[in-house]
């Protein structure tokens, strides 16, 4: 079948089978690999992407079904050469080790500061919980989403 | 708050220099690799833990029409491959030919056009099994009758491993037999999966017309994938090249070499096309290295004033269906004969007797440190046994026995030679951190108004860095890694290592150790990593052996760039080399500051056409394969405070303070992310990680879905300290942190939340149900679902 969307402001069609996943069709049929693949059951949010300006889990939804839709994934939120805050500040904070869990966690913080530019160690800790890192003991991600909290867009950062 | 400092020459808190990359989603990890005309591969798995294969059928999946090529394990056979050399003196089946020993194991592989194709045509495959019956309790392995898993090998008649021992029997009986007080407690360590976030996978390309085989694997250690794949597979060595790109985690899980990825490389020979094969989560859990599994009878003696004389522990080991535990060949239980911990004592004894069962295969993964973690949980857990039984304060009993400075170095009872440590001055900083007197207070207070609250503590010692060559070897490789440092004619400079980083952060340490050495700034120093091509032979990462083993060998490497700056800057300047003195990036004449030559000054010298002194060649670089003189000791004091629910058993962890040492840190910023990581294991593996099974052998933790791991909302803000004991061995002084906090941790929160409910002792992981099982005196055996 033939799938139409958006994906990081561009529009893709691509011919694929109806049961392929959206995380398979972002990684192998767009070559976006900065999104990964870490469980198949919805536990581990390695996968997560935006849908239509919302976290979902990619390895759960069918490309399909993001058909028409607008899709965001983790090489889009650097921007004419300027990184975001949320990633300015895993880099400041320490808050990636393999870099593995990264991209979802990044865009599950950029989607919290979206709708609560200050949260609390506890909203912060409380947004990502659905998504799992095994090398950071979440501390050092707590601290970077509170640094982006802190450094707003508009001041310039560097890699 | 900022974390880094402003870019340090040298140790310090500094930005990692492999964020650029992972930060914008442009890591390469293997599953990202894609290579023209590449073909994926699936593996068919039994569904049975134990049973006869009578007919494999795969006429349906060979015809279907994006298949390229169906591998069994008959087609092994002609080939030599069906069993390759498993880790511990045992070997391990590729795809099952006789028999399928483990729920999971690798039956069939399918090599198709694309990835979801090849898992349509595993379903293809008609396997015809007759069912046998499986062993699921370590404890009923070496019972008479039991089902014999290894007939296999010739002779086999019962599902014995080995014996193992250490320490002196006899003079532990002796101390055992006139101790005041002695307390006898079985512990379970139940068995546990490192779960890194990326699962294991391989892409092959096996190149017929130049013989090259090259492969990109999810492996912690990329030579020694390579010699084996030579000594097994009779391939030449130097046309085998593996590339360990980016890993997603490690933990121990990805030391060894797995089934699927001997069959990537029988795929691409077979099909003359590159193959990638990449696991999913449930493959993962059921089939890659667990860890630990440890059935423990522990024995700790005393004076009635609490001074600790004696320790003495029996263990069975489930090694699952193959003996293919990763770790130092003289040592079939790791290192786990470190069961003393901290403490000094008279006497101590540990025997290990490891089993077969119907299950996966491994047992030495998870950030263990050889089996450290399982010993360290040991002493921890009896200690606090035998403060229950005393009635003492648990600080106060550890602060009585700890090891004193003045022991140091410390020959313990089972032969280890500690090499650095001040014992009593991190224990009283963590309660210090913590507030270990009004903690108590507040917990009394609590007490009365039926609230429960725990105070747990954990002190370790590990043993890292493995290890000398002379007795620790991995299949005969002596566990030596080299280094090499090369300073270009601008001053810029590479390093190539052995060892292969998993989110460590090596090329930011490493680049700090060299800078550290030579004065050069660490962004003009690249690290080469994770290419068997490019990089000097080693053993790799696990064990928290990088910064203790190839942190030496760069530091010497450095060193011996340093000595040869120092001739040619002495040639530079007119002067004696004895005349210069060497401060961070430059020599100069003693006496005469003026007279200097900055590193990249005499690196362009070394390069050009400034005559050599006699002897001295050209260029500016040095080696080092360094072989350690002794294994390095991190210690560490661990303080957990928990809340109880008293009428529901869950457990909240309030606070976790965690004092490491692990001598000078070269970026604290990491040391402390090290130092995070594993301390969410403790948390991990104390509340709800467990790998269970039922009658038949079914995995029962197959997925994220059963297998749990804790989130953002179990984990606390932990409270770091620090105390600094150089290794007085280690060029850097430096002892390694990977291991530390996942070795240390568990014990602390498992004491604290059986200090809250008052029970003595109740196995991991302390889940809601059996908190409350503890609780009513009767908890669950953890490892089994049988009813």
């Not at chain 1, 975001?84 to 989607?111: I, K, N, S």
């Not at chain 2, 002067?575 to 003693?590: F, I």
């Not at chain 2, 593996?685 to 052998?697: I, N, P, T």
Request: with cysteine; aromatic share 6%.
């Amino acid at each position: 079948m033939q799938v139409t969307m958006t994906v990081n402001g561009e529009q893709v069609t691509r011919d694929v089978e109806p049961r392929v996943l959206l995380v398979h069709f972002i990684r192998d049929h767009l070559g976006l690999t900065g999104t990964h693949w870490g469980c198949d059951t919805s536990n581990c949010g390695v996968c997560v992407v935006w849908m239509d300006g919302e976290p979902v889990k990619s390895c759960t939804v069918l490309a399909a079904m993001a058909g028409g839709r607008s899709v965001r994934t983790v090489e889009d939120l650097e921007r004419d050469g300027v990184l975001d805050p949320v990633q300015q500040g895993f880099m400041e904070e320490h808050g990636l080790q393999c870099g593995f869990c990264t991209p979802g966690m990044m865009l599950t913080a950029r989607w919290l500061l979206d709708h609560n530019p200050d949260p609390t160690e506890a909203e912060i800790r409380d947004a990502i919980c659905g998504q799992i890192c095994r090398c950071t003991g979440y501390e050092n991600i707590v601290r970077a989403v509170r640094w982006a909290a802190h450094h707003p867009a508009t001041e310039e950062v560097t890699a | 708050m900022t974390t880094v400092d402003a870019n340090p020459i040298g140790f310090g808190r500094m930005k990692r220099k492999e964020d650029a990359r992972f930060l914008r989603g442009k890591g390469n990890y293997v599953d990202d690799v894609q290579l023209p005309g590449m073909l994926h591969g699936a593996v068919l798995r039994s569904p049975l833990a134990h049973a006869r294969i009578a007919k494999i059928d795969t006429s349906a999946a060979e015809a279907h029409p994006k298949v390229k090529a169906v591998i069994t394990g008959a087609t092994l056979e002609t080939l030599g491959l069906a069993w390759i050399p498993a880790l511990s003196h045992d070997r391990l089946a590729v795809l099952a030919t006789d028999k399928v020993r483990f729920q999971g194991q690798e039956v069939a592989f399918v090599v198709a056009e694309d990835r979801y194709s090849a898992r349509d045509a595993l379903e293809l495959i008609d396997v015809e099994y007759e069912p046998l019956t499986p062993l699921v309790d370590a404890r009923r392995a070496l019972d008479p009758g039991a089902p014999v898993i290894r007939d296999d090998i010739e002779g086999k008649t019962d599902n014995h491993i080995f014996d193992w021992e250490a320490g002196d029997k006899a003079a532990t009986d002796a101390v055992f037999a006139k101790a005041d007080v002695v307390v006898t407690q079985d512990i379970l360590y139940p068995r546990v999966h490192p779960a890194p976030m990326e699962t294991c996978g391989q892409v092959a390309d096996m190149d017929k017309v130049t013989g090259k085989l090259t492969i990109w694997c999810t492996t912690q250690a990329p030579h020694a994938h390579r010699t084996l794949y030579a000594l097994v597979a009779g391939l030449p060595e130097h046309k085998i090249r593996v590339i360990s790109p980016d890993i997603g985690g490690g933990f121990g899980n990805k030391v060894g070499i797995y089934p699927g990825y001997v069959l990537t490389v029988v795929g691409s020979i077979v099909t003359g096309r590159p193959v990638k094969w990449m696991e999913d989560r449930s493959e993962n859990l059921m089939s890659t290295s667990f860890a630990r599994d440890y059935h423990m009878r522990g024995e700790i003696c005393a004076t009635r004033d609490g001074k600790i004389t004696g320790l003495r522990v029996r263990v069975l080991a489930d090694h699952g269906a193959f003996n293919n535990t990763a770790q130092p060949t003289r040592f079939p239980a790791g290192f786990f004969h470190i069961f003393t911990g901290s403490y000094d004592l008279e006497a101590a004894h540990c025997e290990v007797t490891g089993v077969y069962t119907n299950k996966a295969p491994g047992g030495v993964a998870y950030a263990c440190s050889f089996r450290v973690t399982e010993a360290a949980y040991l002493v921890e857990r009896i200690v606090d046994c035998l403060a229950d039984e005393l009635g003492m304060d648990p600080a106060e009993l550890r602060l009585k026995n700890l090891l004193r400075p003045e022991q140091f170095p410390y020959t313990c009872k089972t032969g280890w030679v500690y090499d650095s440590g001040d014992y009593p001055r991190a224990l009283r900083l963590a309660m210090d951190i913590a507030g270990y007197d009004q903690l108590r207070a507040e917990q009394k207070a609590k007490r009365e108004r039926g609230e429960l609250m725990g105070i747990g503590l954990s002190f370790f010692t590990e043993t890292v860095g493995a290890g000398p060559r002379k007795y620790m070897d991995i299949l005969g490789l002596g566990m030596a890694d080299g280094a090499e440092v090369r300073v270009h004619p601008t001053g810029k400079a590479v390093v190539r290592l052995s060892v292969q980083t998993q989110g460590q952060g090596h090329e930011t340490t490493f680049a700090q150790i060299v800078a550290e050495q030579l004065g050069i700034p660490p962004e003009d120093i690249d690290v080469v990593h994770g290419d068997t091509d490019n990089t000097p032979f080693g053993l790799g990462t696990y064990g928290s052996r990088s910064t203790p083993v190839s942190g030496a060998a760069v530091a010497v490497a450095a060193n011996r760039v340093r000595d040869k700056a120092r001739v040619i800057a002495a040639a530079m300047l007119e002067a004696n080399p004895d005349d210069l003195e060497w401060e961070k990036g430059k020599w100069y004449v003693r006496g005469s500051a003026d007279k200097a030559k900055t590193i990249q000054e005499i690196a362009l010298a070394a390069h050009g056409n400034l005559v050599l002194p006699e002897g001295v060649e050209g260029h500016l670089d040095g080696e080092c394969v360094y072989d350690p003189p002794n294994l390095t000791y991190p210690f560490g004091a661990y303080i957990c405070v928990v809340d109880v629910d008293p009428g529901t058993g869950q457990v909240k962890v309030r606070r976790f303070i965690a004092v490491d040492d692990c001598g000078p840190r070269i970026n604290p910023m990491i040391v402390e992310g090290q130092v995070h990581g594993g301390l969410a294991d403790g948390v991990g593996m104390a509340l709800m990680e467990v790998m269970a099974f039922d009658e038949d052998g079914n995995h029962l933790g197959g997925s994220f879905m059963d297998y749990l791991l804790p989130t953002s909302v179990e984990c606390p803000s932990w409270e770091l300290g620090e105390t600094v004991t150089p290794s007085p061995h280690h060029p850097l002084g430096v002892k390694g942190v990977g291991e530390s906090a996942t070795v240390g941790s568990p014990a602390a929160v498992v004491n604290a939340i059986l200090d809250a409910i008052g029970v003595r002792h109740a196995d991991m992981p302390l889940t809601p149900a059996q908190v409350w099982r503890a609780m009513q005196g009767s908890p669950f055996r953890t490892d089994l679902a049988i009813t």
